[in-house]
């Protein structure tokens, strides 16, 4: 069975940096995206970024100019590079790899990693 590992989260002053990571416990064949997810106490999960196996990425508009989504293809690892962040960040991540084999899609999830920002 294949897991995501995410790692990176934390408490973070607003304004301040962090860097999330997730990676694939082994090698996933047919990758065509990777992303991250977030969820807030009371809301739904929201689309943070997408990339695509062929570098295009797609961001949330409440991130977008701060946060950074890349990818390392060789190691199945997807990183998010959030800067500027503010307390309307705070949240549970989650990383997703979608694959597609056959047309057939398949979505895997990390366990989440929370981000709180607060001063």
């Known amino acids: 069975q294949v897991q995501l590992v995410e790692s990176g989260g934390g408490l973070v002053q607003p304004g301040g940096s962090l860097r999330l990571s997730c990676a694939a416990s082994r090698s996933i064949f047919s990758i065509n995206a990777m992303g991250w997810y977030r ?70 999830w990390g366990q989440g990693t929370q981000v709180t920002v607060s001063s």
């Open 39 to 108: 969820q807030a106490p009371g809301k739904q999960r929201e689309l943070v970024a997408t990339i695509t196996s062929g570098g295009s990425t797609n961001y949330g508009d409440s991130v977008k100019g701060r946060f950074t989504i890349s990818r390392d293809n060789a190691k199945n690892t997807v990183y998010l590079q959030m800067n500027s962040l503010k307390p309307e960040d705070t949240a549970v991540y989650y990383c997703n790899f979608e694959q597609r084999m056959i047309g057939v899609r398949r979505d895997y």
